[in-house]
């Protein structure tokens, strides 16, 4: 059979929210909620965490070797090569791309995802940023193939194709077969990541009126949670899309100025 590994790109130190991937959501760490529902997909043979090497992961480590979740240690900047290397131990045919700071995945739209892939035969399918984005953020999902993968590892240059793994694809549709799964209504200005503190106490919100109810809730429950109670949208809609991305085209802009003066 075709092997599908869900790869999960986490590490403790965020600027923003240090520590939200350990934060308990009904007493289980926020990343936890996700991978069990990330392991809800009919689509995917095998799931690892890659993390880094630094000491601020170690914490993470120890969750994760008591849940009996796999993991891999890499860089903690050049996120590209850590998944690289994490994929290469396994030799998948297919990679899907998450990270985890999204506990409301949708497992039916990850398989959707795959499914879009296989059946196009596309080199890289997402429902994400990047090609025009109709889904809530905190539901990205990418799917690539590993041999695509190697390319992009090989080819990408800049510091914000390095640190979000997939950009040289979206910035280069020429080179590639890209596929696009889109929603039937726009819904992108919902917003379900947790980056923020504010985005943390919705996503609890969210977990403490479904979950007890149904723990594979999906994608449609949320939108009718958030549709009888409109004051639940205010919470983090402030907080604008891709800050991560923002600060990694700067970072860009002066690798680029650094190459210039070094030639």
Same mark, same amino acid.
């Given at each position: 059979?075709?092997?599908?590994?869900?790869?999960?790109?986490?590490?403790?130190?965020?600027?923003?929210?240090?520590?939200? =991937? *350990? @934060?308990?959501?009904? %007493? $289980?760490?926020? &990343?936890?909620?996700?991978? #069990?529902? +990330?392991?809800?997909?009919?689509?995917?043979?095998?799931?690892?965490?890659?993390?880094?090497?630094?000491?601020?992961?170690?914490?993470?480590?120890?969750?994760?070797?008591?849940?009996?979740?796999?993991?891999?240690?890499?860089?903690?900047?050049?996120?590209?090569?850590?998944?690289?290397?994490?994929?290469?131990?396994?030799?998948?045919?297919?990679?899907?791309?998450?990270?985890?700071?999204?506990?409301?995945?949708?497992?039916?739209?990850?398989?959707?995802?795959?499914?879009?892939?296989?059946?196009?035969?596309?080199?890289?399918?997402?429902?994400?940023?990047?090609?025009?984005?109709?889904?809530?953020?905190?539901?990205?999902?990418?799917?690539?193939?590993?041999? =695509? *993968? @190697?390319?992009?590892? %090989? $080819?990408?240059? &800049?510091?914000?194709?390095? #640190?979000? +793994?997939?950009?040289?694809?979206?910035?280069?549709?020429?080179?590639?077969?890209?596929?696009?799964?889109?929603?039937?209504?726009?819904?992108?200005?919902?917003?379900?990541?947790?980056?923020?503190?504010?985005?943390?106490?919705?996503?609890?919100?969210?977990?403490?009126?479904?979950?007890?109810?149904?723990?594979?809730?999906?994608?449609?429950?949320?939108?009718?949670?958030?549709?009888?109670?409109?004051?639940?949208?205010?919470?983090?809609?402030?907080?604008?899309?891709?800050?991560?991305?923002?600060?990694?085209?700067?970072?860009?802009?002066?690798?680029?100025?650094?190459?210039?003066?070094?030639?």
């Amino acid at each position: 059979t075709m092997k599908i590994l869900a790869i999960i790109q986490a590490r403790t130190s965020s600027s923003r929210l240090p520590n939200k =991937i *350990l @934060k308990p959501i009904l %007493e $289980k760490p926020m &990343l936890i909620h996700q991978i #069990e529902r +990330v392991q809800l997909s009919k689509m995917i043979n095998h799931l690892v965490v890659a993390t880094s090497k630094d000491a601020s992961d170690d914490q993470l480590v120890d969750l994760l070797k008591s849940s009996g979740i796999e993991h891999y240690r890499g860089s903690l900047k050049d996120v590209l090569d850590r998944f690289f290397q994490t994929a290469s131990i396994y030799n998948p045919e297919h990679i899907v791309r998450l990270t985890g700071d999204c506990p409301v995945i949708d497992f039916e739209i990850i398989d959707k995802v795959i499914e879009l892939h296989l059946d196009k035969n596309f080199d890289y399918t997402s429902n994400a940023p990047g090609l025009g984005v109709t889904f809530p953020d905190g539901l990205d999902v990418e799917v690539i193939r590993f041999d =695509i *993968l @190697k390319e992009v590892w %090989e $080819k990408s240059r &800049l510091p914000s194709e390095r #640190e979000h +793994v997939t950009p040289y694809i979206t910035r280069h549709p020429e080179l590639f077969f890209v596929g696009h799964y889109a929603s039937n209504h726009n819904l992108s200005n919902y917003r379900w990541t947790v980056d923020e503190p504010e985005d943390f106490v919705l996503v609890e919100k969210i977990y403490q009126a479904l979950y007890p109810l149904n723990k594979a809730f999906k994608m449609e429950d949320i939108l009718q949670l958030m549709n009888n109670n409109p004051e639940m949208k205010l919470i983090n809609h402030k907080i604008g899309r891709n800050e991560g991305m923002k600060k990694s085209l700067i970072e860009d802009k002066e690798w680029a100025s650094n190459e210039y003066e070094s030639l």
